[in-house]
């Protein structure tokens, strides 16, 4: 199982970024995703997920900059009007989906890649 994270970089405050994770190794139609992110001196958190009836769930400061979507093996986020405290480590995680087809990243996930680097300069 691989889950590969791209896309980030450094950018300054307001720009825009996109990231994307290629999945590989597992059925990917059996698993929600997610993007978590590390910012320096706090808990991974989630960022943006897609959940098993098919809907979105957002971190409330992603609302509004941050569009979360896949296709097919794909994970992508598109991050914009980007502010510094948006800087840090950028994760993409896979949820395996229960026997009830319910599934959020959120709450658990099952693999995790290595992550990409985020920075937003003033």
């Known amino acids: 199982v691989q889950l590969v994270e791209s896309g980030g970089g450094s950018v300054q405050a307001g720009g825009s970024l996109t990231l994307s994770c290629v999945a590989s190794?597992?059925?990917?139609?059996?698993?929600?995703m997610a993007w978590f992110r590390q910012v320096p001196g706090k808990e991974r958190e989630g960022v943006a997920g897609?959940?098993?009836?098919?809907g979105t769930i957002y971190a409330e400061y992603a609302k509004g900059r941050f569009t979360i979507s896949r296709l097919s093996n794909t994970l992508s986020l598109q991050m914009d009007i980007l502010k510094p405290e948006d800087t840090g480590t950028y994760y993409c995680a896979a949820a395996r989906r229960r026997s009830s087809g319910t599934c959020n990243p959120f709450i658990y996930a099952n693999y995790w890649g290595q992550g990409t680097q985020v920075t937003v300069s003033s």
């Open positions: 897609t959940l098993g009836d098919g």
């Open positions: 190794g597992f059925s990917y139609a059996g698993y929600c």
